[in-house]
């Protein structure tokens, strides 16, 4: 399979722990990005890495989120002191750059994060 | 502020009807629209996109797009519905910047019955 993943597919922890996720995105894109989905919500850009470096974080990412993409292959997102309201879906999209600038992101199947 | 619109919570509609799900958009320049469709318990699937060139789009799965400027739309279609094309269906644009992230409507979700 030469998808992009991510491990794993669901996480239940309590509040106040921390949790790590990871995507491994499609081989050779360099673009990397995360996002989060609530229910009946549609996904909400988290953060972005070209390479190894991040680039754009949104206002969401609180400080205990982080996330990195070291080597610029996988990537990890670290929640600490997880609360209630960081339950949802965490989805993971890469892209290779084109001329176009229209690039199309490509979605892992998710991580399911509950909070209890 | 880029953002697109989905009007409709939820479309019902026969199997073998035809099937239109709706999606408007708000932009500043050229638009770059998507669409996904989302299985339960899954991650998004890619079925088309627009850049530029033909208002109509041929995606995957008999799916096709058509984007009208004048009435900033951007509205999925398929001449005849399948019961397992029954899922959510979100509408993208690419955000202005150099990150290509995406903003995504709401979501439709199409129920096809037998």
């Known amino acids: 399979d030469t998808g992009v993943s991510q491990n794993p597919r669901h996480k239940i922890t309590k509040r106040g722990q921390n949790v790590t996720f990871r995507c491994d995105p499609i081989s050779e894109h360099n673009r990397l990005y995360w996002y989060r989905q609530t229910l009946g919500q549609g996904p909400e850009f988290l953060t972005y890495?070209?390479?190894?470096?991040?680039?754009?974080k949104s206002r969401l990412l609180s400080d205990r989120f982080s996330a990195e993409r070291p080597k610029g292959s996988f990537s990890t997102l670290e929640i600490q002191r997880t609360e209630q309201g960081d339950s949802a879906m965490y989805l993971c999209?890469?892209?290779?750059?084109?001329?176009?600038?229209?690039?199309?992101?490509?979605f892992g199947p998710g991580t399911r994060l509950t909070v209890l | 502020a880029q953002s697109v619109a989905q009007p409709e919570d939820q479309v019902n509609v026969a199997e073998g009807n035809p099937l239109t799900v709706k999606c408007t958009y708000s932009?500043?320049?050229?638009?770059?629209l998507f669409w996904y469709v989302q299985y339960p318990n899954r991650g998004l699937q890619f079925l088309l996109k627009y850049i530029t060139g033909d208002n109509l789009v041929k995606g995957s799965y008999g799916f096709e797009a058509e984007f009208n400027k004048s009435q900033t739309s951007f509205h999925l279609k398929k001449p005849s519905a399948l019961v397992s094309d029954s899922a959510l269906y979100f509408c993208?644009?690419?955000?202005?910047?150099?990150?290509?992230?995406?903003?995504f409507g709401t979501g439709t979700r199409l129920q096809v019955f037998p």
């Open positions: 993208a644009v690419r955000d202005t910047g150099n990150t290509d992230k995406l903003i």
């Open positions: 932009v500043s320049g050229n638009p770059y």
């Open positions: 890495f070209q390479n190894e470096a991040q680039l754009e």
């Open positions: 999209a890469s892209s290779s750059a084109s001329l176009s600038g229209a690039d199309t992101q490509y």
